[in-house]
């Protein structure tokens, strides 16, 4: 796989939800795992791969597509299903599955500072699906009445009040 470690163009690369369904004894698992790869053929290779390795000294066999024995001293079975999807749906499904709230409350959303210098975070806080306060350094460079001292309280204050720092230049 030496030549699957280049970077691909963004757009060539898909993301696919492995959900792998495991019998253990009388016990039953499920395990929600997101592999990025350039095609389904590429992350069914990397699913098995990880199927593979789930349990250090297991014997693996595929006794068809998709369905595994693995042998160490007694037999697991993991059945695999692989789907193509998208981050934020996978990111909902998982957050779905992990959080109660039989009321359908409002989730509330964590505070995000972000300190930039250089312009070059500026679009990121709009792809930050949180509250965003914005201190741009760059105002020192063009703003004789920049006081870096004030500057540097407000991010302490905003730290404290439990948002959390992104910094760039």
């Known amino acids: 796989m030496a030549e699957n470690n280049q970077n691909p163009n963004p757009d060539e690369v898909k993301c ?19 592999i990025i790869a350039r095609n389904l053929q590429e992350a069914e290779e990397i699913a098995r791969l990880h199927v593979e390795g789930w349990y250090d000294d297991a014997d ?5 597509p998709g369905f595994f024995e693995l ?15 998208t981050r934020e749906v996978f990111m909902s499904r998982m957050l ?21 210098g250089g312009g070059c975070l500026r679009s990121v806080y709009s792809a930050i699906e949180t509250e965003v ?8 460079d063009h703003d004789p ?12 204050q905003a730290v ?10």
């Open 16 to 34: 696919f939800h492995l959900r792998l369904e495991e019998t253990n004894g009388g016990q039953e698992y499920s395990h929600d795992t997101l």
């Open 96 to 116: 779905e599955n992990m959080i109660l709230n039989p009321n359908d409350l409002e989730i509330p959303k964590p505070k995000t500072l972000v300190v930039v």
């Open 60 to 64: 693996v066999k595929e006794n068809e």
């Open 145 to 156: 009445d920049f006081d870096e001292t004030a500057t540097d309280a407000r991010i302490e």
């Open 160 to 169: 404290q009040s439990g948002m959390i720092p992104i910094f760039g230049g």
């Open 133 to 140: 306060e914005l201190i741009d350094y760059d105002e020192k």
């Open 71 to 85: 042998d160490i001293g007694k037999i697991i079975y993991i059945q695999m299903e692989l789907r193509e999807t």
